[in-house]
């Protein structure tokens, strides 16, 4: 047991020197300008996009309830297929309504070509305890490219979305996001308590083993 206890601990203090990197990485990136898409773009690079948006289905990510004028509206985020000089990509256009949660709703894109700001966000994989997808409504809770493409009816997709960056809009329309993510970093805290866990075990068995030896010394 004490082990396995202080493996997690070691475990969790390299999490936290892996967690440290990347939010460097964000927020170095979030200040940073943009740069062209790269044939290779990192995780969270703050990138430029030129193209044209693709005709046909869009698919929505997620479910989140937002406070709008109207009250409590549920909604997710917008995927639509984009062609950037031949290349396929899917960009999430920001947070839409939706009447139902597992519907997918088209909104009109920008016609002709747009050049559209913004970061990469890596694929995800499904987990164990991941929310099954529906397809068939085009709702996705796992945010993998591959898999939504095929869905979308698409060939071949670059292997990452790019999220656009942008402020609120005046009009109706998908709400794009204005900041980079900022995932939680709570792995020193776990790493403390894997290791104070392992402390009180020795200090439990050192007690035990006293009192073991006094019994056996009588």
């Known amino acids: 047991m004490l082990l ?3 493996g997690l601990g070691t475990w969790q203090v390299h999490r936290l020197a892996w967690k440290e990197a ?3 990485q964000v927020a170095a990136a979030q200040g940073a300008a943009p740069v062209k898409l790269p044939a290779d773009p990192g995780p969270f690079e703050k990138v430029s996009v030129t193209g044209r948006f693709l005709p046909g289905p869009a698919a929505l990510y997620g479910v989140e309830v937002r406070d709008l004028a109207g009250g409590s509206t ?3 985020q917008l995927l639509v297929p984009f062609d950037a000089d031949g ?3 899917l960009v999430d ?13 088209t909104v009109a894109a920008p016609p002709g070509q747009v050049t559209l700001v913004g970061f990469v ?8 305890l991941s929310p099954s997808d529906d397809t068939v409504g085009r709702l996705f ?4 490219p591959e898999r939504i493409a095929a869905v979308l ?3 071949r997709v670059a292997p990452f979305t790019f999220v656009v960056l942008g402020p609120k809009p005046a009009g109706p329309g998908p709400i794009p996001t204005d900041e980079f993510p900022h995932p939680p970093n709570n792995h020193l805290y776990y790493a403390l308590t894997w290791f104070g866990l392992a402390g009180a075990l020795i200090v439990m068995f050192a007690a035990w083993a006293h009192e073991r030896l006094s019994d056996d010394a009588l």
């Open 153 to 155: 009816g698409l060939p």
């Open 74 to 76: 549920m909604g997710g």
């Open 141 to 144: 809770f796992t945010l993998d």
């Open 87 to 89: 290349r396929v990509i």
């Open 22 to 24: 990347l939010l460097a």
């Open 121 to 128: 966000r890596p694929a995800e994989h499904p987990r164990m």
């Open 93 to 105: 256009r920001g947070w839409v309504p939706s009447t139902a949660a597992i519907t997918a709703p």
């Open 4 to 6: 396995v206890l202080l």
